[in-house]
């Protein structure tokens, strides 16, 4: 039978798509390149991996049911903890029979005439639907760069975002691993502990915080469970979509708010050296990104960079090290905050030796190692922790034409034009969840994959109700868009001139520099979203076939 609507990708929003389509009343497949759920979690299972939202937080709310017999063991949960729960809900609401796995979307293709979405996938085969939604994650394309000599390496090769299922061993192994985002922050910790020796190749330092490394308590987790209907609400209203909520009746008052910075509103120049010096020994270092100024004004946030490097100082032995891993060329809040579990003392181990690609610059990988211009470093193991082509990447590759014989790839040519991320001209009922010019990787992401979901299943009800053929949004619709994203944006460290970061597509050469979230906050996002739905789909052209 030929489904409804068709979805690429089983990661959350896959997986969610499946649950609240199917309660819709619509015939679902689902096509997944990878054998089984998860998305992010399936693919990324390097030593360390975990998420950097609390858990109770990055979960569904969709369900009370699941809410309430789902537990945590961790604050801030591992990677084989997600990826149990991800399991636990494909099995617990049957999702795995909608799921067509090993399945890689090759080509996507709209027919004019017969105003069907037409799927060409690796395996030979081909799906049709009046419905599509690219449901294929913003950080599901990992980046290799092009390193001079990469494909000659003899030795075993790994990419932190295509880690094997098996254990890998590295007992007596000689491991480099190139990059210092916060994969390799998350792995190198974990890889210094199990390699002979390590040796760690950073191009740009990175400002990390301490993660939280609480075992969850059974009270703190009841607590959540007791309150979890008012913790969604507080999410909504919420610019990352995380409510913050602080048990009151399981962690004594002194201890309450033991995450808590500054006031929203306070400003990191306001305070003398010695005071900032005090809030920063009494509250630790993420409490620099708790200072609004931090965030706008260039001298402030200076003021926070020193501080920073001044606590990094004191955590690493060597001076020399210590120095390479400052970073001096950008500021606080240009990237996504990264937390770390003993990355610096990492440093201070006998079989870690850091390698200052700045200073010495790769010239190549060669069969037995890496060669840079001051030495050859032979290697057993070479790990990419090199990030993605991230937001546009999975869509791009996914080789979508829409009407016309227009391809997306030559709408994209000089940067992401969509309508609130959900929807681009020219591709009519065609969707994307947490699409670029959305509060997505801004936000607790699974917060902003239910409510595309939720926009997307209405909109589609709404069609189907009102017999209206298709959706696409007004040019005008698209173009206002953009121009409020990039304005919201401005200002901001996200876009200061030294800022390099995969938000900005910095990180794969020639990717147009585009600032590609949102960055107004989720509940303003949420609102035009709904405002748009309750205006009968304002910034959408709605077509009727006679
Ligand atoms: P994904 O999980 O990326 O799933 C997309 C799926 O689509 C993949 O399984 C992929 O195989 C499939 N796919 C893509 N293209 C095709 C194709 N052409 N054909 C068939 N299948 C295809 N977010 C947070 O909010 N908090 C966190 O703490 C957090 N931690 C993260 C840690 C890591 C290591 C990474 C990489 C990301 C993290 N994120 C985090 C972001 C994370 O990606 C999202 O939270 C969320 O898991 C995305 O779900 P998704 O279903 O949208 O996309
Ligand atoms: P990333 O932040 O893009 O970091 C990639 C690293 O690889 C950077 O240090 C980069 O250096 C380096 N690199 C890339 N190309 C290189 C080259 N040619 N030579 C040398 N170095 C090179 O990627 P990521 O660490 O995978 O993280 C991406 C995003 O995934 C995060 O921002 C986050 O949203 C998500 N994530 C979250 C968690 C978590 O804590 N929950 C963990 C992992 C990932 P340059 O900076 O110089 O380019």
New binding site residues.
């Given amino acids: 039978m030929q489904p409804d609507v068709l979805v690429v990708g089983a990661g959350f929003a896959g997986m969610y798509a499946i649950y609240r389509f199917r309660k819709q009343g619509l015939n679902v497949q689902v096509l997944e390149a990878g054998s089984d759920v998860g998305g992010t979690w399936y693919w990324?299972r390097y030593p360390g991996?975990?998420?950097?939202?609390p858990s109770l937080e990055y979960s569904f709310g969709f369900s009370e049911e699941l809410e309430q017999e789902w537990d945590w063991p961790e604050v801030f949960s591992a990677q084989p903890d997600i990826l149990r729960y991800a399991n636990h809900i494909a099995d617990r609401f049957n999702l795995r029979e909608h799921i067509r796995f090993n399945t890689r979307v090759t080509g996507v293709a709209y027919d004019e005439e017969t105003r069907l979405w037409r799927l060409q996938t690796d395996t030979g085969e081909s799906f049709s639907a009046p419905y599509c939604v690219m449901a294929t994650g913003c950080?599901s394309v990992p980046?290799r760069?092009a390193?001079p000599g990469a494909a000659s390496f003899a030795g075993l090769e790994l990419h932190?975002?295509l880690w094997p299922k098996e254990d890998v061993d590295l007992s007596g192994k000689r491991v480099g691993i190139?990059?210092?985002?916060?994969?390799?922050?998350?792995a190198i910790p974990e890889l210094a502990k199990a390699a002979e020796h390590l040796y760690v190749?950073?191009?740009?330092p990175?400002y990390t915080v301490p993660a939280n490394r609480k075992a969850m308590r059974d009270a703190v987790q009841r607590e959540f469970k007791d309150n979890y209907g008012a913790i969604r609400d507080m999410q909504q209203n919420n610019a990352g979509g995380v409510s913050n909520f602080r048990p009151q009746r399981s962690v004594e008052a002194a201890r309450r708010n033991p995450m808590d910075g500054p006031g929203a509103e306070s400003k990191i120049k306001a305070l003398t050296p010695a005071e900032r010096k005090a809030v920063l020994k009494a509250r630790g270092l993420e409490t620099l990104l708790g200072f609004r100024d931090v965030y706008t004004d260039p001298e402030a946030n200076e003021i926070a960079n020193e501080l920073f490097r001044d606590a990094v100082r004191e955590l690493v032995d060597d001076a020399e090290t210590a120095e390479a891993l400052l970073p001096k060329d950008y500021g606080l809040g240009c990237?996504?905050q990264?937390?770390d579990r003993d990355y610096y003392a990492t440093f201070n181990r006998d079989n870690v030796t850091l390698v200052d690609?700045r200073a010495t610059p790769?010239e190549a990988v060669t069969p037995d190692g890496i060669t840079t211009s001051a030495q050859r470093y032979p290697l057993d193991v070479l790990i990419y922790?090199?990030?993605?082509d991230?937001m546009t990447g999975a869509l791009l590759k996914a080789n979508i034409t829409g009407r016309g014989g227009q391809t997306l790839n030559d709408k994209w040519r000089v940067g992401p034009v969509a309508y609130l991320g959900l929807q681009m001209r020219g591709f009519p009922n065609l969707f994307t969840v947490t699409g670029p010019g959305s509060p997505s990787?801004l936000c607790n992401m699974l917060v902003a994959i239910e409510q595309h979901v939720n926009w997307i299943g209405d909109c589609i009800d709404y069609l189907q109700t009102n017999h209206i053929d298709s959706i696409e949004p007004t040019e005008q619709a698209e173009q206002d868009w953009i121009a409020h994203v990039n304005e919201v944006a401005e200002g901001t460290m996200y876009t200061a001139p030294s800022c390099?970061s995969?938000y900005l597509g910095?990180?794969i050469p020639g990717k147009p520099r585009i600032f590609m979230p949102y960055v107004g906050g989720y509940p303003q996002y949420k609102a035009r979203c709904d405002n748009a739905a309750r205006e009968g789909y304002s910034g959408f052209e709605l077509k009727r076939s006679a």
């Fill in positions: 990324n991996a975990r998420c950097d939202v950080l980046n760069p390193l932190t975002a190139i990059g210092t985002g916060s994969s390799g922050v998350q190749f950073q191009r740009t990175v990237k996504r990264v937390l690609l790769i922790a090199t990030g993605f991230a990787v390099n995969w910095a990180n």
